[in-house]
């Protein structure tokens, strides 16, 4: 019987924290529809406005994302080389580098829809991928994949892949050669020149 009870125990745990728990395509669906109802209400974030929309993506957005992760699988090996001062200036360089990509794509938002399902969930319940279809008025459609993992009872974002390319994966190799040249500060000083708009070998 105390295995029973034991057992037992763990299951109200685990449906306790789930149904406090948003499920992760919910929680998709609710951050891009607030999102996408602020920027077509927003004349200046159409008109092109950086700040309002960086404002937007800081405030509405990043909670949802684990840059931490998503720097260490986009440094690969190298991430283990990095020194916590290191590993700290990537992540802020590289959460800065995803803010400025997404605001631009937000600045070009023009009446797309978006349907969202979860494609899959582990049988631990602790990770996830959620599909999405972005319908462009006159193109073609864009294919998204969310990953994300589950961490203190909230969804996290790891990685997105847009028609089957991830953008970790898609930052590695440019990330591994600066990395080869330059070493790890200089991959953090490529990365910096980059956010403040200068020219520099990391591209995706």
Do not use: C
């Given at each position: 019987m105390k295995w029973l009870m034991t057992v037992?125990?763990?299951?109200?745990?685990w449906s306790t924290a789930i149904a406090g728990e948003l499920a992760p395509d919910a929680m998709?669906?609710?951050v891009t529809d607030d999102v996408l109802a602020i920027v077509r209400q927003d004349k200046d974030i159409q008109a092109g406005d950086t700040r309002k929309t960086v404002d937007l993506v800081q405030t509405k957005v990043l909670p949802h994302f684990d840059f931490e992760r998503m720097t260490?699988?986009?440094?690969?090996?190298?991430?283990?080389?990095?020194?916590a001062a290191q590993q700290s200036a990537l992540v802020n360089e590289f959460r800065t580098l995803l803010v400025r990509t997404?605001?631009?794509?937000?600045?070009?938002?023009r009446n797309q829809t978006m349907t969202i399902k979860l494609a899959r969930m582990?049988?631990?319940?602790?990770?996830?991928?959620?599909?999405?279809?972005?319908?462009?008025?006159?193109?073609?459609?864009?294919?998204?994949?969310?990953?994300l993992e589950s961490r203190d009872q909230a969804w996290k974002v790891y990685d997105i892949s847009v028609d089957g390319i991830s953008l970790v994966?898609?930052?590695?190799?440019?990330?591994?050669?600066?990395?080869s040249a330059n070493g790890i500060d200089g991959l953090i000083k490529s990365l910096h020149g980059k956010n403040q708009g200068?020219?520099?070998?990391t591209k995706p």
């Amino acid at each position: 019987m105390k295995w029973l009870m034991t057992v037992l125990a763990g299951l109200m745990a685990w449906s306790t924290a789930i149904a406090g728990e948003l499920a992760p395509d919910a929680m998709i669906k609710n951050v891009t529809d607030d999102v996408l109802a602020i920027v077509r209400q927003d004349k200046d974030i159409q008109a092109g406005d950086t700040r309002k929309t960086v404002d937007l993506v800081q405030t509405k957005v990043l909670p949802h994302f684990d840059f931490e992760r998503m720097t260490a699988l986009a440094m690969g090996k190298d991430w283990r080389r990095a020194n916590a001062a290191q590993q700290s200036a990537l992540v802020n360089e590289f959460r800065t580098l995803l803010v400025r990509t997404y605001s631009k794509a937000l600045t070009e938002y023009r009446n797309q829809t978006m349907t969202i399902k979860l494609a899959r969930m582990q049988p631990d319940g602790g990770d996830a991928r959620v599909q999405a279809k972005v319908r462009q008025p006159g193109g073609k459609d864009i294919l998204l994949d969310y990953d994300l993992e589950s961490r203190d009872q909230a969804w996290k974002v790891y990685d997105i892949s847009v028609d089957g390319i991830s953008l970790v994966t898609n930052y590695r190799s440019s990330f591994a050669q600066e990395v080869s040249a330059n070493g790890i500060d200089g991959l953090i000083k490529s990365l910096h020149g980059k956010n403040q708009g200068t020219p520099d070998s990391t591209k995706p």
